[in-house]
């Protein structure tokens, strides 16, 4: 196989890779915050788990549909708007941080957490 061969069938993974690595470092993100968020709610951080737990049910029950969608709208269409929507979700949610000390609660960065 010529080089060009090879690179031709790398390059359709590099952005599943890069969608891949963003749920990662979400994932990654949401244990670091595990201490802050306990001393927040009052809780220990093994209590906590079950946030992980719960996280990792709704991430897994949303790809059998998303896998669904790519096989009817097309998979890239899908892919596309699923990064848009994750990073939107992700820049809202980091406003709402730097907006935090002008709220008295947090709900609106809730809200916007994905």
């Known amino acids: 196989m010529s080089t060009s061969g090879t690179l031709r069938s790398v390059v359709p993974f590099l952005p599943v890779g890069?969608?891949?690595f963003c749920i990662q470092l979400d994932f990654f993100s949401l244990n670091l915050a595990l201490p802050s968020?306990?001393?927040d709610l009052g809780t220990t951080a093994t209590n906590?788990?079950?946030l992980?737990?719960?996280y990792m049910i709704a991430l897994g029950s949303l790809l059998i549909p998303a896998g669904r969608a790519g096989d009817v709208l097309g998979r890239r269409r899908v892919l596309l708007v699923g990064v848009a929507i994750f990073g939107r979700r992700r820049w809202?949610?980091?406003w709402c941080r730097r907006c935090r000390s002008s709220s008295p609660h947090g709900s609106r960065r809730v809200s916007a957490r994905p």
């Open 48 to 50: 906590l788990q079950w």
């Open 37 to 39: 968020i306990a001393a």
């Open 18 to 20: 890069g969608a891949l």
């Open 52 to 54: 992980v737990s719960g």
């Open 92 to 94: 809202c949610a980091d």
